[in-house]
Each structure stands twice: as structure tokens, then as C-alpha cells.
């Protein structure tokens, strides 16, 4: 009850979902952001939500364009979801890459711009780890060669666990809360062995759901 009355008199929130083509507006897909969009007001939390996900995108990438994507939204909180894109080894180039996009050290330090500049800003942030991947006949033409392991269950995370953990290190460390989706999601829920379909969407909201609440509390 107590926790009912402190929601009915919570401000109105600006909320922005940040991230790459997991976050991102998907066609014949209901995304997590939508989900929130509905199920807030009914747990009495008015919101602004803005989707600033961008499919490709490394946490790099993200950054550039942090200040017009989130910063001028004057968010209240921001659901940060990056990684997939950073971890990646491009085999699939001629001549093949031999290393991630965005090194993990590299992607900790944009983790912690965006951690410490929203609080400069007096947002709130929420840090979700990537779904892990599955293998598709496509995924194995593409990727399927050193170091992922195209014949091993866990061959195609090798390397996005990597970063995963890292996220779920900054989270402990800066003391945000933590959605680890990698963990929550099966493969059943991916449409292409990447990408969550919408019941995906819909687990990764009900978690964000049972989150957004205790943030609000005093």
C-alpha cells in the first residue's frame, strides 16, 4: 500500500531507452520501450519514453551521439543497453578483422561517460547486458570461424560474454541497477539467432517493470 501511494504521487518521468538494434524500433515487432510505453501508466508512472536505439551501433557510435539523442531529451532516467556491436570480430571481412570493433577497455570507459555525465545531469540510469546469441545457418556462413566456435553451443559468445561481464562489473562498482537480459533470455525468444522477438521485448520490459518502481522511491 505504502508503495502504491508513493507512486501516485511520483513526477512525471522522461524516460529514454538507449542502445543499438536490440532497443531499436523493429517492423512486426512490439519493442521494449513500446511495452513500458503501455504498462507504466497502469503502475500510475507517467512517462515520456523516447526510443534512441540505433541499429549498428558500437558504444563508440553511441556516444556521438549521446548529447542529441539523450542529453537534450533532459531524461529523468535512461535504459542503457550496448555491447553486441563492440564485441563483434568481423571474420566475414576480406581481409578478415582480427579484433572486436570497440575493445573492451574502450567500452568500459564509454559505460562510465554516459553513467557519469547523466548523473552530472541528475538522471538516473539502468544498465541492461546484451541477450546472448544463437547460431543460424546464416550466423555460421558469416561468423562461423576463429575464434568463434561455430560447432559449440556458446561458440558465438565467446566473445559478447566478455562484455557482459564487464557491464554487470560497472554495475556493482557505480552502483546502478542491473537487468541482465543475457541471462534472463532463451534462444527461443530471438528471431534470427540476435535479436529478441516480441515476447523477448515483453520479458525484458516485465523486467524493467519490477525495476523503474524502486527507483522512484525515496
Known amino acids: 500500500?505504502?508503495?502504491?501511494?508513493?507512486?501516485?504521487f511520483a513526477p512525471h518521468l522522461r524516460i529514454v531507452t538507449f542502445g543499438d538494434s536490440l532497443t531499436a524500433p523493429r517492423d512486426g515487432v512490439v519493442t521494449y520501450t513500446d511495452v513500458l510505453a503501455a504498462e507504466l501508466p497502469k503502475l500510475g508512472i507517467s512517462a515520456d519514453i523516447w526510443n534512441a536505439g540505433?541499429?549498428?551501433?558500437?558504444?563508440?557510435?553511441?556516444?556521438?551521439?549521446?548529447?542529441?539523442?539523450?542529453?537534450?531529451?533532459?531524461?529523468d532516467l535512461v535504459v542503457i543497453q550496448l555491447g553486441t556491436n563492440d564485441s563483434a570480430i568481423?571474420?566475414?571481412?576480406?581481409?578478415p578483422a582480427t579484433a572486436p570493433r570497440?575493445?573492451?577497455?574502450?567500452?568500459?570507459?564509454?559505460?562510465?561517460y554516459f553513467i557519469h555525465t547523466l548523473r552530472e545531469h541528475h538522471a538516473r540510469v539502468i544498465l541492461m547486458t546484451p541477450n546472448r546469441l544463437a547460431w543460424t545457418p546464416k550466423l555460421r556462413e558469416l561468423y562461423g570461424?576463429?575464434?568463434y566456435n561455430p560447432n559449440?553451443?556458446?561458440?558465438?559468445?565467446?566473445?559478447?560474454?566478455?562484455?557482459?561481464?564487464?557491464?554487470?562489473?560497472?554495475?556493482a562498482r557505480e552502483g546502478v541497477p542491473l537487468i541482465d537480459v543475457a541471462a534472463a533470455m532463451p534462444a527461443s525468444l530471438l528471431l534470427d539467432g540476435m535479436h529478441p522477438n516480441t515476447a523477448g521485448h515483453?520479458?525484458?520490459?516485465?523486467?524493467?517493470?519490477?525495476?523503474?518502481?524502486s527507483l522512484l522511491k525515496p
Open 1 to 8: 500500500m505504502i508503495a502504491l501511494l508513493l507512486l501516485a
Open 102 to 112: 570497440v575493445g573492451l577497455l574502450e567500452f568500459r570507459d564509454n559505460l562510465l
Open 152 to 171: 559449440g553451443p556458446d561458440g558465438f559468445n565467446i566473445l559478447l560474454d566478455a562484455y557482459s561481464d564487464m557491464i554487470r562489473g560497472i554495475a
Open 90 to 95: 568481423d571474420v566475414w571481412k576480406n581481409p
Open 54 to 75: 540505433a541499429g549498428g551501433n558500437t558504444s563508440t557510435q553511441a556516444r556521438a551521439r549521446f548529447d542529441r539523442d539523450v542529453l537534450q531529451r533532459r531524461p
Open 202 to 213: 515483453r520479458l525484458v520490459a516485465g523486467l524493467l517493470l519490477k525495476a523503474i518502481p
Open 145 to 147: 570461424r576463429p575464434p
